[in-house]
């Protein structure tokens, strides 16, 4: 079985008690979540989960949600007709990996995600993928996970990552900093949400 095929086997299985098993993280950035709430015109969330960011958008803008997890996808349909969440156009599977075959190059204003970067196989090929679908004025906006600018507290990340990467196919020491520049990103905007400052607000443009 590859990389790929595991972590989504990995999501589907995660579907049904994923919300009650992420409280704890939420508690960590869900007021950072309203940077959502700024953002107006076309915008593709990936890794959209249970949808739990659906309802953070600004009505007036077009959301188009997507994850990989066919599972995951139908707890965000669930989510949205409960809400009644109109601008909330489409919520879809679809591949980070291979976004261009679903999207147009250029067809979104931004691409959001919250903690997902953290479970894609090849992060750098994600985001080249979101470079291509972004607009060349596009934001990528981001709530990522990484490693720290504290020593120790990656010391420990290095330790328990062998676990978390075993067991659930997620990495908790990714440089997303590096990842982004690899992939053909500027990083414009970061904030640290946490005291660890393991969380951060990332918003970058295509360079």
């Not at 076309?42 to 997890?69: H, M, P, Q, R």
């Not at 489409?90 to 147009?104: G, H, P, R, T, W």
């Not at 990656?154 to 990467?165: D, E, F, P, T």
Request: net charge positive.
């Amino acid at each position: 079985m590859t990389t790929e095929i595991q972590a989504r086997k990995n999501w589907d299985e995660a579907s049904l008690n994923y919300d009650k098993r992420t409280l704890l993280i939420d508690w960590i950035y869900t007021k950072e979540r309203r940077i959502f709430t700024a953002l107006k015109g076309k915008i593709l969330e990936i890794g959209t989960g249970t949808g739990k960011n659906l309802s953070f958008y600004n009505s007036k803008a077009e959301v188009t949600a997507s994850d990989w997890s066919t599972r995951m996808v139908r707890q965000a349909r669930i989510r949205k007709r409960r809400l009644k969440l109109e601008n909330i156009q489409k919520v879809m599977v679809a591949d980070i990996l291979s976004l261009s075959q679903y999207f147009e190059p250029n067809s979104f204003n931004y691409v959001t995600s919250t903690c997902v970067f953290c479970s894609v196989p090849n992060p750098v090929q994600g985001l080249r993928e979101v470079l291509k679908i972004l607009a060349p004025t596009g934001r990528l906006i981001q709530i990522e996970h990484g490693i720290s600018d504290n020593w120790i507290v990656n010391g420990v990340l290095k330790m328990a990552n062998k676990i978390s990467y075993q067991m659930q196919r997620f990495s908790l020491i990714r440089n997303y900093i590096q990842n982004l520049q690899e992939a053909g990103f500027e990083l414009i905007q970061q904030k640290p949400i946490d005291p660890l400052r393991i969380f951060r607000i990332l918003i970058s443009r295509p360079k």
